[in-house]
């Protein structure tokens, strides 16, 4: 059956809202990772021990792995051997998940390349006293912004999460690394990273659909990746801040815990349909409160504004054309499995929020 036409309408203008929250979010998200650029870069740098000492073997591998995985010829291998595979067993998905991340590293990377010298800012072996400084159109070392490696393993990494959904975390946890790994490294900033990962993200998710979503796609991707990219944000300003007792801190604290249980009790009930299950609960409306705790468990105004930004694009995205169904209880062993890994991550998120307040101080 057709929708009404005012529905379609209500229907872009929701998601629509949605994509607008979620840009604001990453912006703002941006805007509170760069005060953490450099002062990352000096913990980094700490890490390791004078020049003519044994470096330290883990640091040193890490880095070393994720700069050879996230090299272009190491991604075009892997989009041939998926080509070789779809087309020597005749696998459309596979031949498509090859075509597809061949298109969206060459995207990341002509669009990578072209940022890094109009931005021109430097890598952070060149900082000194910590200053922001930009030299468009200069030589190398003045290529920071975006990552690169970043920008083409997360290209990558979302075609292939698309194509292999059952397999899309282990694909985007190698992704993350391999951007870790230049921070650890030393050739990126944090700020740099995370924008070689929006990058990639959007490209991959326009190769993975149809040329003509293409603004689909951008909105689907921004959406999509803004909650993980406000998480890394309230991660670090958790570990870098200590507890205060000055005001507003023990107020978003505590009321944050609150919220976040309650919108985790609100969830078990909207899963379980007990027959006093308010009808106005809906899951999406459930998981928002426990997001907002959560965001608040950081004491900081400026996270919590983030956070609810978030929350109130991923309700609006649960707005259009349909309704939410009604779930009727657990459905079989692997649904009650996720749901119980649901509720101990939650928990296990508050637990964390507490234990590694100001743990890094920088």
Not at 195 to 214: D, F, N, Q, V
Not at 318 to 336: F, K, N, S
Request: proline share 6%; net charge positive; charged share 10%.
């Amino acid at each position: 059956m057709a929708l009404p036409r005012f529905a379609i309408c209500d229907s872009r203008f929701t998601s629509a809202a949605a994509v607008l929250l979620s840009v604001c979010a990453l912006i703002l998200t941006f805007v509170g990772l760069f005060e953490w650029d450099v002062p990352l870069t000096r913990f980094v740098r700490s890490l390791y021990p004078p020049p003519g000492s044994d470096p330290n073997p883990w640091l040193l591998q890490f880095s070393n792995v994720g700069d050879r995985l996230g090299k272009g010829e190491s991604l075009v291998i892997l989009s041939l051997a998926l080509l070789a595979v779809g087309y020597g067993l005749k696998h459309p998905q596979w031949k498509d998940a090859g075509w597809q991340s061949l298109i969206a590293h060459g995207l990341a990377a002509l669009s990578a390349n072209i940022l890094k010298h109009v931005i021109g800012r430097p890598r952070p072996k060149f900082m000194h006293a910590g200053n922001l400084e930009l030299s468009p159109v200069s030589g190398s070392g003045w290529d920071s912004f975006p990552s690169g490696h970043a920008a083409a393993a997360f290209a990558v990494a979302t075609v292939l999460a698309v194509r292999f959904p059952r397999a899309r975390w282990p694909i985007l946890a190698a992704a993350v690394a391999i951007a870790a790994s230049r921070v650890i490294r030393g050739s990126h900033y944090l700020t740099d990273v995370a924008g070689g990962t929006a990058l990639g993200c959007i490209m991959g998710m326009i190769a993975a659909h149809s040329w003509r979503e293409w603004r689909a796609s951008i909105g689907m991707a921004i959406c999509r990746m803004t909650p993980f990219f406000v998480a890394t944000l309230a991660f670090v300003w958790t570990i870098v801040h200590l507890p205060s007792e000055a005001w507003p801190f023990q107020q978003l604290l505590w009321g944050g815990l609150l919220l976040a249980l309650a919108g985790l009790v609100g969830h078990v009930l909207w899963m379980v349909r007990w027959s006093w299950c308010p009808a106005w609960l809906s899951g999406s409306l459930a998981r928002g409160l426990v997001g907002l705790g959560l965001g608040m468990t950081t004491g900081s105004p400026f996270v919590t504004v983030i956070v609810l930004l978030v929350c109130a694009a991923h309700w609006l995205e649960g707005l259009p054309g349909q309704v939410e169904p009604m779930a009727e209880g657990h459905r079989g062993l692997w649904p009650a499995m996720a749901e119980g890994l649901f509720v101990a991550a939650t928990l296990l998120v508050l637990v964390a929020s507490y234990a590694l307040k100001g743990i890094v101080p920088m």
